[in-house]
């Protein structure tokens, strides 16, 4: 049996040895990037021909639920979605026009962050803190990431739902995590994905 | 059948000859079936212990233990179920742990070359990680498994031998996956006591 033990302490040393070399996955911010898109099957949108788009993209936050003014995202930022969300568009054949000319279509674009905290501490210290103050605060350790999202809408503004509220026919979302400066590239990619995996889209 | 099996082994092994192999094994993998079009890249990640008690000098029965590590990364794919659609990169993690008996007819006991065949029959556990975005979709199962094996022993000296060898790992459809099969190339070293 000699052999046996000398061959499992050897396989666990190759098995550390796997484990170390475990793959690890995604390596940059960008590698965590999704894009998601839904649809209303019913919806005809080749019965369309012009849509509205705002010239400022807001950005939500929970404040607004409690009546605040909107908040956007800086022009500078939003100028260049808008653009690549318009170069979209009119590559599946609709056109801009203002809000008041009656559209067809209203794309309503939104964004927003959040922000995930992992706490990690003693757990145990709610039961023998007060007995043993002197042993100090229970040490807490945190780590978390933030990501960003950019929702756009399909509105059909001559339809509304049960409840009043208008009827999403459409739903573009790109989620990524947040690299801490603004990244042209990387959002425009995933702006071009979103309209490219939604031929149906196509006007005529 | 199975309690059959492994009665049938512990008899056997009671009335072994007191030589044994033990053999380590460095295991590339090729995912066939569900696995192979879920991670269609070889894993060069893979490790086996073979250990058998010769209970005649042609027959070997024992026990073989692995892990097998197959991984994917999709670049940029899109997926569709009904009206929704999402892409983005999607990395594929299947990890395989197969726990087996084992039995093994040798062809040419006591000759240089000595060609083998063998059967494996037990459990494999599959863990199958799918990672996109910050999510984690992990499905598992615990597959009954036969394992057929062909390969050769290599005498190097009077207590090593080299070994190269060709397993297929069928395990049938359980809990959360179907079929989970692979056919594993093996390089190894066995000891003889």
Redesign the interface.
């Known amino acids: 049996?000699?052999?046996?033990i000398?061959?499992?302490i050897?396989?666990t040393g190759?098995?550390l040895a796997?484990q170390g070399?475990?793959?690890q996955?995604?390596e940059f911010t960008d590698?965590?990037?999704?894009?998601?898109?839904?649809?209303?099957?019913d919806y005809d949108f080749k019965a369309g021909a012009t849509y509205a788009l705002p010239d400022k993209i807001v950005k939500v936050t929970g404040n607004m639920m409690e009546g605040d003014d909107p908040v956007f995202i800086p022009d500078a930022a939003a100028s260049v979605i808008l653009a690549q969300i318009s170069s979209n568009m009119e590559q599946l054949g609709w056109q801009r026009v203002a809000i008041d000319d009656d559209p067809d279509l209203l794309l309503a674009p939104a964004s927003w962050e959040s922000t995930t905290l992992y706490y990690y501490y003693d757990y145990w210290y709610w039961w023998w803190g007060g007995f043993y103050p002197g042993w100090g605060y229970p040490p807490v350790y945190a780590s978390g990431?933030s990501?960003g999202t950019l929702v756009m809408g399909l509105i059909d503004p001559s339809e509304v739902g049960a409840n009043g509220n208008p009827v999403l026919q459409w739903t573009g979302a790109l989620?990524?995590?947040l690299s801490g400066e603004y990244n042209e590239r990387r959002v425009n990619t995933a702006i071009d994905?979103a309209f490219a995996?939604?031929p149906y889209l196509k006007t005529n | 059948m199975k309690k059959l099996i492994i009665i049938t082994l512990c008899f056997l092994s009671t009335h072994a000859f007191s030589q044994s192999l033990t053999a380590l094994q460095y295991s590339i993998g090729f995912g066939t079936g569900d696995l192979g079009s879920y991670i269609s890249k070889p894993s060069f990640r893979g490790v086996a212990i073979d250990f058998r008690k010769l209970v005649t000098p042609s027959i070997g029965v024992g026990f073989e233990l692995g892990w097998h590590v197959f991984y994917e990364g999709q670049s940029g794919e899109t997926y569709t179920r009904g009206n929704l659609t999402y892409s983005g990169n999607q990395y594929r993690y299947n990890n395989q742990f197969p726990a087996l008996f084992a039995a093994d007819y040798y062809l040419k006991p006591g000759e240089k070359i000595n060609p083998f065949a063998g059967l494996g029959l037990g459990v494999m556990y599959s863990l199958r990680d799918t990672d996109m975005n910050q999510y984690r979709l992990t499905q598992e199962a615990w597959n009954f498994t036969l394992r057929p094996e062909i390969g050769v022993l290599i005498e190097a000296n009077a207590s090593t031998s080299l070994m190269i060898s060709g397993k297929y790992y069928h395990g049938f459809e359980a809990g959360e996956l179907p079929t989970q099969s692979y056919f594993a190339l093996n390089f190894g070293l066995v000891f003889k006591k």
Do not use: E, R, W
């Open positions: 049996m000699t052999h046996f000398k061959a499992i050897v396989i190759i098995g796997l070399c475990y793959p996955g995604p590698d965590y990037d999704l894009v998601l898109t839904y649809v209303n099957d990431y990501t989620n990524g995590l994905k995996q939604s």
